[in-house]
């Protein structure tokens, strides 16, 4: 997958801590109104739900517009039950995705958000599976790298408490638990024949064959604009009793449910 432009407005915060100077990846989102870079935006999310080609297969077989059939079958909207959380869901999950994968330069399966049994219904499981190879042909090494992501999103709300329940859900993770993920995604990427991928993934089912490295992560994304001060106040790493395999990312930016709403409105084509 291509990177979308709008990761340009990615802002790293290097400076900003949590309240007894625990640090984490935070990142402001500074965006601006531009009708190229939304509409790129909003393709690159809606290839999330239906690749081009199976797009165009549905539309020759139902015979609706590319609007009609987007909206009656795969975009969760805001009049859906349901609707304006799974966008709220979806839009945080694929913003961390996408952080994960042009920013930190892991490989990130792209396909628990493809062929849903229902518009605004989310898989249980791990929220993203990421991975990271030691060596460039891929051969198996103690230094490969999974991470496990717990992801909160908090687009209507300047509250960090996104942050906590991030956390606290990913102290809840086992190797049980990411592991039916894997298999899942395994499985799913193979229906939608990306066979690489699920090949990647299968050396991750291989931990007591070849060892790697396994990392936790906890990443919410919130309504705010400016952390005062860089510090999250009201939050200490002590309380939250941070493993060393775990580590925390936060992206905030301003009015970030109505930005979610705007992308997802041009998800029509």
Partial sequence: MNSPEYVKWFVEESTVTLEDGALLSCYRLDYTVDEAVYCDWALHLRQHYESDDELAESLQTTGLSAEEYLRSNVIPQKSDEFGPTSRSNDFTEIMISDLLEFIHKYNVPRCKQRNRSGKSLSEHGT?????????????????DELLAVEVKAGLSSDEYAPISKAVTDSHKYDEVRHSHTLNYYRKKLRSINNHQQADEISRFQQKSEHDFIITYIAAAIINCEVIPNNVVLGIKGEDLELRQDNKVFLVHGKKLMVLAHDIFERCVK
């Fill in 127 to 143: 929220d993203i599976l990421a991975y990271k190879f030691d060596k460039q042909d891929k051969s198996p090494s103690t230094k």
